[in-house]
């Protein structure tokens, strides 16, 4: 984005010829008059974007469902928006007919009239943040919404593929060569692309298996209209014919497509499956070796597979050298190896996840159920004697699906993922597969992948009992509570703004001796905080970008260290009690608010208030170390919430004039909260809106949003609800900080974050759990508070915990021991995404307090991604602890949705909120 940002500035102006789209008289900037291109020499082709973004950037304006409107709320100006749609249509200018007309290239883009450099910079920010600045790699899943998927939902499914819109994509822009290897091939409009690419003199080849080699087949329609087809054999063995198994496409010098599914109607919707799109030249080495990979199948030379290999990258069958490359990563496990295997069936790998397991390494197995027959024997015992856990995905067998995955994920940063299964006949018989991705862009779909479809499958036991996956996981998950955000008063040159002392009752400080170093003070806080009843807290100390600590509160790295390593011994010492946590409170209220960072042992020294530097460097910087960081927003100040002042240090105000403010200071804090003005389309006018030479527009804010909800799609999850008083809640007598008592009335009042900063940010796309956090700022950590974060994990270590944080399975509740369990779909738990066709799901939720046993009233919230309002939909009065009750969670149009519940114990006046499930309505 940085890049971009460079380059922009450079670019100049050069009239082009206009193609006779509309040109409403709309926003268009200064910088983008009718005929202005992207760069200097007119030349789309010349910017200097990554691939990755060049193709979401097309991807995005070449959209059918996505009109002027769309664009617009993505931050597209207005002309650019309308007149790129307009070309869309085509000269009838109706969507869907047949003279519609597709983007080939950002050139194509450029030509349209009042789309320039303010366009493209929206474009790439509504489209490119995917790509992480020059992104190598880029992820394509099918990921059915259903879980036994019938003939109904595979239709919804064909028609929406993303697999088939990308490959479609990629052939669609081929300019010169199109190569392609599958093992079968059904889908029409792949076809259909294919035929595009030959008719314009692009040369394609298909090498198919041989079994496709029959009246009727996709294969035999291309080779008779002309295509370079051959049907390819793999390598005999007695009685066994080997296949040509492989599944990837290469695209002129520039791009390579690999990964486990077939280009048939199932292969491409309702069959979990993955592929990678590799953005290299020719010379690239994984590249190189898929073409001498192609070469040999479509000269017959088996033997000469193996040969193409690269050490430590690619393995390629028949040979037997994708074992090695598959046994090396396995040896590399020192926490856990997570394997999805259609055929998990050749001993020698087996045996190798047997060891793994057996040396303390968590194995995970997840097959497809109608093969548990075939993951049976010694080695599979052994892995189940050391710990090892297996189950089985449900598939509908009559539709044909699968759970189609070929791969392994070791430790959560290295997979192994290709066409071939872990069987005999594909490593020495078949045209296979097997390449090894190191980068986190890669790896990290995967490891989301694989939590969505552990989830999603059941045991053994589970399976024969007739238990669903929420039973299943209710059974087998626990609640922790804890605190996430945490001070200290560090000594030892470093500071935090935490007390060394305590309040009596009558509210005055007593000193109290944490430790004189940083590593003392945390032991010590970490003590107390166990010692309170909390199953974990993390500490956070204050860090800015400024590089001398005595400037404010400020902690150094080195005095981290200390910290980190006090949270480890802490833990150890505890012994499965409790978990200490390292983590940190990033930038300052006057530039951006506050975030806490946790999931990583680097201190984040980022200029302060660079939101985009933290977000775009610092968090993809800690993942290419094998980290994954995760983000909370801290206390929220979104709206003001005395609306006859205008004073205060809230975020957003709108129908008033910044210059208004009766502290100028005060303008310069606005619209910045979690780095809002470090993302277009805000960041670009916002100097405006504080000189007082514009209004401040809603709907651009909500466009900047949503761009901040992309950077941020991989890393927030956590946002604190409830107030939490740190410095005023000194005192070891716990107290609920939500509640207020007024001195003259008696008249007590609750507030809380939920219906105003959580539900806003919800409504932009931003997928977070809330928090009841503490921010402690005396020496009574654990104490003086009855809120806390509620975890839901399936083991008391930091790995766990913050692994459930990442999945936002978390609560906030006032209540210390309040344990809610909710799931929708009887297999997606809170902090998870549903897909449903119809208007109707299904959940159930279940409340467990020993202090509290019933008379529980509940309420279901529900609101519209991109939607105006969150909103009540049921209530449940009088519910009982300790029993299930069903709630109908209806969605009233396709598109995104959010459910959560809003829980209150009418005689103690406390409240708790869970995380929302998403619900994405396909029909």
């Known amino acids: 984005m940085r890049v971009l940002t460079r380059l922009l500035p450079l670019l100049a102006l050069v009239a082009l010829l206009p193609t006779g789209c509309d040109e409403p008289a709309d926003d268009a900037p200064a910088t983008d008059a009718a005929d202005d291109p992207f760069s200097p020499d007119g030349k789309a082709d010349s910017l200097g974007l990554d691939p990755c973004t060049q193709a979401n950037v097309l991807a995005r304006v070449n959209r059918l469902d996505l009109d002027a409107e769309g664009l617009k709320a993505d931050g597209v100006h207005g002309r650019a928006a309308q007149n790129l749609v307009t070309f869309r249509a085509g000269l009838d200018g109706v969507v869907g007919t047949g003279d519609d007309r597709r983007f080939r290239d950002l050139q194509a883009v450029d030509d349209v009239p009042w789309v320039g450099p303010a366009a493209l910079r929206q474009l790439v920010a509504a489209a490119g943040s995917q790509c992480r600045g020059a992104q190598r790699f880029e992820v394509v899943l099918t990921a059915p919404y259903c879980d036994v998927c019938d003939a109904d939902d595979k239709a919804v499914l ?44 692009v040369k394609v080849r298909v090498a198919i298996d041989a079994g496709q080699d029959r009246d009727g087949s996709v294969a035999r329609r291309l080779r008779d209209a002309g295509l370079a087809v051959r049907f390819v054999r793999g390598k005999h063995n007695g009685s066994y014919a080997g296949l040509q198994h492989a599944k990837f496409l290469l695209v002129d010098d520039t791009t390579l497509l690999t990964g486990s599914n077939n280009w048939s109607s199932t292969g491409t919707s309702i069959n979990e499956e993955s592929a990678v799109v590799v953005h290299a030249d020719k010379a690239d080495p994984l590249r190189a070796g898929f073409a001498c990979h192609f070469e040999a199948m479509w000269a017959d030379r088996p033997d000469d597979a193996a040969a193409c290999s690269v050490d430590g990258l690619v393995g390629f069958t028949p040979g037997g050298g994708a074992i090695d490359l598959i046994e090396d990563a396995l040896a590399e496990a020192t926490t856990r190896v997570d394997v999805l295997m259609h055929h998990l069936v050749f001993d020698t790998l087996q045996k190798r996840l047997a060891q793994a397991a057996e040396r303390g390494v968590r194995v995970r197995i997840v097959v497809n159920a109608e093969d548990r027959d075939e993951l049976r024997g010694r080695y599979v015992d052994r892995i189940v004697a050391a710990g090892g856990q297996i189950r089985y995905k449900q598939t509908n067998a009559e539709a044909y699906q699968l759970m189609h995955h070929k791969l392994v994920i070791v430790d959560d940063r290295v997979l192994v993922n290709g066409s071939g299964n872990w069987s005999g006949s594909a490593f020495f018989n078949n045209y296979e597969n097997y390449v090894r991705y190191d980068d986190p862009a890669a790896v990290e779909p995967f490891v989301d992948l694989y939590a969505r479809l552990w989830q999603w499958s059941l045991t053994a036991d589970s399976l024969d009992a007739g238990l669903t996956a929420a039973q299943q996981d209710a059974a087998r998950t626990n609640t922790y509570f804890g605190n996430l955000h945490a001070h200290i008063h560090a000594g030892g040159g470093a500071l935090d703004d935490g007390h060394p002392e305590v309040l009596d009752d009558h509210g005055n400080p007593e000193h109290v001796e944490v430790g004189e170093t940083p590593a003392k003070a945390a032991r010590f806080a970490f003590g107390v905080a166990q010692a309170s009843g909390m199953d974990f807290m993390a500490l956070s100390p204050h860090v800015t970008g400024a590089d001398d600590p005595n400037a404010e509160a400020n902690m150094t790295p080195d005095a981290y260290a200390e910290i980190v390593g006090a949270a480890e011994a802490a833990t150890l010492a505890a012994n499965g009690t409790f978990v200490a946590i390292p983590a940190m409170e990033w930038s300052t209220n006057s530039a951006g608010n506050h975030v806490n960072v946790m999931g990583t042992r680097t201190l984040a020294k980022v200029e302060t208030g660079a939101f985009d530097r933290l977000y775009d460097e610092f968090v993809k910087d800690r993942r290419a170390e094998g980290e994954r960081p995760v983000v909370m927003f801290n206390h929220p100040r979104t709206f003001r919430h005395n609306e006859e002042f ?25 619209f910045n909260d979690y780095g809002l003005d470090d993302y277009a389309p805000l960041r670009d006018v916002l100097e405006g809106w504080i000189a007082g030479t514009a209004m401040p527009d809603e709907a651009l804010v909500s466009a900047t949003l949503r761009n901040v909800a992309a950077a941020t799609s991989d890393t927030a999850r956590l946002m604190e609800v409830t107030v939490a008083r740190g410095t005023e809640l000194g005192g070891h007598t716990p107290v609920n900080p939500s509640l207020s008592v007024d001195p003259e009335t008696g008249e007590v009042s609750r507030f809380v974050k939920t219906h105003s900063d959580w539900d806003h940010y919800l409504l932009h796309g931003f997928r977070l759990a809330p928090a009841a956090n503490h921010d402690n700022h005396r020496a009574n950590w654990g104490y003086g508070h009855t809120t806390r974060t509620a975890v839901q994990a399936e083991a008391l270590t930091e790995e766990a915990l913050l692994g459930a944080v990442r999945e936002a399975r978390a609560y906030a509740t006032e209540d210390p021991n309040l344990e809610i369990a909710f799931y929708a779909g009887d297999r997606v738990p809170m902090g998870g995404r549903l897909g449903v066709r119809g208007a109707r799901a299904t959940g159930v939720f279940r409340l467990v307090d020993p202090d509290a046993p019933g008379d529980w009233v509940v309420t279901v919230w529900r609101g519209e991604v991109g939607g105006k309002a969150v909103e009540a939909v049921a209530t449940f009065d009088g519910v009982p602890g300790g029993d299930w009750q069903g709630v109908a969670l209806d969605v009233p149009a396709v598109g995104g949705w959010f459910f959560y519940l809003e829980v209150w114990q009418k005689e103690t006046d406390v409240m708790a909120w869970t995380a929302p499930v998403w619900v994405e309505r396909v029909e």
């Open 646 to 670: 205008l004073n205060g240090s809230w975020d957003q105000i709108f129908g008033v004039r910044l210059s208004d403010l009766p502290k100028a200071s005060e303008a310069k804090k606005k």
């Open 158 to 201: 064909v028609a929406r593929s993303p697999m088939t819109h990308r490959v479609v994509e990629l052939i669609d822009g081929a300019r010169e060569t199109v190569d392609v290897a599958q093992f079968t091939f059904s889908v029409k409009a792949i076809e259909e692309a294919l035929q595009r690419a030959h008719a314009r003199g």
